[in-house]
């Protein structure tokens, strides 16, 4: 229900653009987003937008990624530029949430998550 595509491995000072299409789900989302799991690392969020089209993003990476979506398409993408080696990570995208707390806020509720994509930044 959640298909991403678009890791790979790349140097630093790269680009990548992740794509993740969205189908079939059993309610609307409120949020959508991005996150990533680095290994020995807790998962952590990177992106997300609610259904009022807000985008959030962790302050992290802001000048370096961009998140957009495609309604027609169902599809988000998450544009990654100046990729550091930290920030190699099976990054995942995820659907769910409620309008309790914010998108991007430790503790909201995804219920949909895709497979996940692993992005390799060599130095």
């Known amino acids: 229900q959640l298909a991403l595509s678009g890791g790979g491995s790349v140097q630093a000072g790269g680009s990548l653009r992740l794509s993740c299409v969205i189908t079939?789900?059993?309610?609307?989302?409120?949020?959508m987003g991005w996150f990533r799991q680095a290994p020995g690392n807790w998962r952590e969020g990177v992106a997300t937008?609610?259904?009022?089209?807000?985008?959030t993003l962790d302050p992290s990476k802001k000048g370096r990624f961009t998140m957009s979506q495609d309604t027609a398409k169902n599809t988000l993408y998450l544009q990654m530029d100046s990729l550091k080696p930290e920030d190699t990570a099976v990054y995942y995208c995820a659907a769910g949430g409620n309008r309790y707390m914010g998108c991007l806020t430790k503790g909201q509720k995804y219920d949909y998550w895709g497979q996940g994509t692993q992005v390799n930044v060599s130095s």
């Open positions: 937008v609610d259904s009022n089209g807000i985008t």
């Open positions: 079939g789900l059993t309610y609307r989302p409120y949020c």
